[in-house]
């Protein structure tokens, strides 16, 4: 394969993973089929084909790509100002962030990674932290995140913060 041949693909393949996310955010995974996928790709379903086996691996797929972009989002970012880089990534990822916790067929996987994510960063870059210290402030996080999306409110570093500062536990 070409270099053009393998960019093609590539480009090919996030037409595909877009096209899905924004059906994602209009419906549930289980009333998509791949001929709406396809539909609003504009690809064919032999296209289609070559690179997924079926919605569930297209939905696996979107959900490794994210949740390697969050991780590497947190690792290239020594910045000890957690808050500013956590609630920027979401914002700049959050209609990708809606549609996949959206699906219930990988929700609660999904946030289970991102928490554990945020959990080695707070185990690495916080002096006190401990194990259960972390779980817990992770597990907040990701709960208040949620919530916050579900009611349609912008994420901002202050909302962070109040929720940290604001038990006594996570502090």
Not at 100 to 105: H, I, M, R
């Amino acid at each position: 394969m070409t270099v053009i041949q393998a960019n093609a693909s590539l480009r090919t393949k996030k037409i595909i993973m877009l096209s899905f996310l924004n059906l994602l955010t209009k419906n549930s995974i289980n009333k998509i089929s791949v001929n709406e996928i396809i539909k609003t790709a504009g690809v064919s379903k032999a296209t289609f084909y070559k690179y997924y086996t079926d919605k569930y691996s297209l939905l696996a797929e979107c959900f490794n790509r994210y949740c390697h972009h969050f991780e590497e989002t947190l690792l290239e970012n020594k910045s000890p100002d957690f808050v500013s880089i956590f609630t920027d990534f979401l914002n700049e990822e959050r209609g990708t962030y809606n549609a996949l916790s959206k699906a219930k067929y990988e929700s609660s996987e999904f946030s289970e990674k991102l928490k554990n994510e945020l959990k080695k960063y707070f185990l690495i870059h916080e002096e006190k932290e401990t194990d259960i210290s972390s779980d817990l402030k992770a597990s907040t996080i990701i709960w208040s995140v949620n919530y916050l999306y579900s009611q349609n409110i912008i994420l901002c570093n202050k909302d962070i913060l109040n929720v940290l500062n604001s038990n006594p536990i996570l502090k």
